[in-house]
């Protein structure tokens, strides 16, 4: 069992920027990746991030590129996504994913995913 916790979500203003993190605690060492996804009302939940544990290499939603960066510390067993450049757009649940080395399917898709965190909720503002 791998447990996540998110932080770092809230109301800013647009253009401005947050920082959200996804703790993640118990077998943390079966993570093959972690993801960032995000649901706004009455849409489906969408792709935002992904972060492979060994090696660190990231993929990031076209969407998000160029503004949005995620990143981890093994260490701390973290994943971090910075975001920049917030519009009323990005207004969304926002909740991290991990998968297990056992998993098999796309990092894109939610279904591919073991465990989730209970999501962050950020708006921006016009």
């Known amino acids: 069992q791998v447990q996540l916790v998110e932080s770092g979500g809230g109301l800013v203003q647009a253009g401005g920027s947050l920082r959200l993190s996804c703790a993640a605690s118990?077998?943390?060492?079966?993570?093959?990746?972690m993801g960032w996804f995000r649901q706004a009302p009455r849409k489906e939940r969408e792709f935002v991030a992904a972060?492979?544990?060994?090696?660190?290499?990231?993929y990031h939603a076209d969407s998000v590129k160029g503004r949005f960066t995620a990143s981890r510390d093994n260490a701390r067993n973290t994943m971090y996504l910075q975001m920049n450049g917030l519009t009323p757009e990005d207004t969304a649940v926002y909740s991290c994913a991990a998968r297990v080395t056992s998993s098999s399917g796309s990092r894109y898709l939610p279904a591919s995913y073991n465990y989730w965190g209970q999501g962050t909720q950020v708006t921006v503002a016009s």
């Open positions: 972060v492979y544990w060994s090696g660190g290499s990231t």
């Open positions: 118990g077998r943390t060492s079966n993570i093959y990746n």
